[in-house]
């Protein structure tokens, strides 16, 4: 059974940084790319980050270059999302997606960024 399940999410204050992590299992997780995308409430799903399947290449969104870091562990079936610097516009809930032969997602998780 395929699952991906995201951890980490929470509530924050701006300036401050979360750690997510998305843990894979019933697919060759090694062979997918793997992405983050988050929705807030009243918006459309946006990619966040992405990252190829040996980790070699990554990709942002414009508005979270130089704040977020999409990292990936192979060995452990697990990808990450370093946020900092988060903003009250980074609130949203954010879904890990596997990107390949087939296309899986998780069931999101909240950040809110809020004083």
């Known amino acids: 059974q395929v699952q991906l399940v995201e951890s980490g999410g929470g509530l924050m204050q701006p300036g401050g940084s979360l750690r997510l992590s998305c843990a894979a299992s019933?697919?060759?997780?090694?062979?997918?790319?793997m992405r983050w995308y988050r929705q807030a409430p009243g918006k459309e799903r946006e990619l966040v980050a992405g990252i190829t399947s040996a980790g070699g290449s990554t990709n942002y969104a414009d508005s979270v270059k130089g704040r977020f870091t999409i990292s990936r562990d192979n060995a452990k079936n697990t990808v990450y999302l370093q946020m900092n610097s988060l903003k009250a516009e980074d609130t949203a809930v954010y879904y890990c997606?596997?990107?390949?032969?087939?296309?899986?997602w998780g069931q999101g998780t909240q950040v809110t960024v809020s004083s």
């Open positions: 997606n596997a990107r390949g032969p087939y296309d899986f």
């Open positions: 019933g697919f060759t997780f090694s062979a997918y790319i």
